[in-house]
Nanobody
Framework: QVRLVESGGGLVQPGGSLRLSCAAS????????MGWFRQAAGNEREFVSV???????DYADSVKGRFTISRDNAKNTRFLQKNSLHAEDTVVYYC??????????????????WGQGTRVTIST
């Protein structure tokens, strides 16, 4: 059974940093592109970043230069380093593995198992 568990969310002040983790079981993350999405209440799930099997990356314009996606295949885990956080980053973050065509996609469709999410709150 495939399971993804996000962690690392919490409360941070504007301008601060967090590192989110996505630990996988039941699959080898080295065999899949892995993506991060986020979702605010009442909104659709929004693309944040993705890393391909071979390590190429893509970022949403809103996070480019502030967020960095990385991986540790030995730990079967993906990470999202988030810097210079601001209020608009206050949402729930989800990770998922990509099972669609091509290297990866920016759309939630094509991604398989979703984790339960980890909430990030930016506040003073």
């Amino acid at each position: 059974q495939v399971r993804l568990v996000e962690s690392g969310g919490g409360l941070v002040q504007p301008g601060g940093s967090l590192r989110l983790s996505c630990a996988a079981s039941g699959l080898s993350v080295s065999n899949f592109a892995m993506g991060w999405f986020r979702q605010a209440a009442g909104n659709e799930r929004e693309f944040v970043s993705v890393i391909s099997r071979l390590g190429s990356t893509d970022y949403a314009d809103s996070v480019k230069g502030r967020f960095t996606i990385s991986r540790d295949n030995a730990k079967n885990t993906r990470f999202l380093q988030k810097n210079s956080l601001h209020a608009e980053d206050t949402v729930v973050y989800y990770c998922a593995e990509y099972r669609g065509p091509g290297r990866f996609s920016r759309r939630p469709i094509g991604f398989g198992t979703w984790g339960q999410g980890t909430r990030v709150t930016i506040s003073t």
